[in-house]
């Protein structure tokens, strides 16, 4: 059993920076896909950034590529997302997610690889 809390939501600027943090329990974090996914209100959660258990290997949405960074310490069982150049179309709901079945795949993008999902934290960014 995994249980992830997303933390670091909040107001900012168009234009701003924000960092939100996953803290995930469980033992086996180090060899664990996680990702993080937005949900806009009326439309479906899309993907944003993950990365491998190790850590070597990162996948972006084309929408944030250059502009958010994904980051792990797996000596802590923390996620971090990292967003620079924030638009008003990022405001969302910022899900956490963990594949426990492997350390990557090419699928990463894809919600079904996902089997344990946290609350979600609000990102709201004003123009």
């Known amino acids: 059993q995994v249980q992830l809390v997303e933390s670091g939501g909040g107001l900012v600027q168009a234009g701003g920076s924000l960092r939100v943090s996953c803290a995930a329990s469980?033992?086996?974090?180090?060899?664990?896909?996680m990702g993080w996914f937005r949900q806009a209100p009326g439309k479906e959660r899309e993907f944003v950034a993950a990365i491998s258990g190790s850590g070597a290997i990162s996948s972006y949405a084309d929408s944030v590529k250059g502009r958010f960074t994904i980051s792990r310490d797996n000596s802590k069982n923390l996620v971090y997302l990292q967003m620079n150049s924030l638009k008003p179309e990022d405001t969302a709901v910022y899900y956490c997610?963990?594949?426990?079945?492997?350390?990557?795949?090419?699928?990463?993008?894809?919600?079904?690889?996902?089997?344990?999902w946290g609350q979600g934290t609000q990102v709201t960014v004003s123009s």
């Open positions: 469980g033992r086996t974090f180090s060899t664990n896909i």
């Open positions: 997610a963990a594949n426990t079945r492997r350390s990557w795949t090419s699928n990463a993008k894809d919600r079904d690889e996902y089997n344990y």
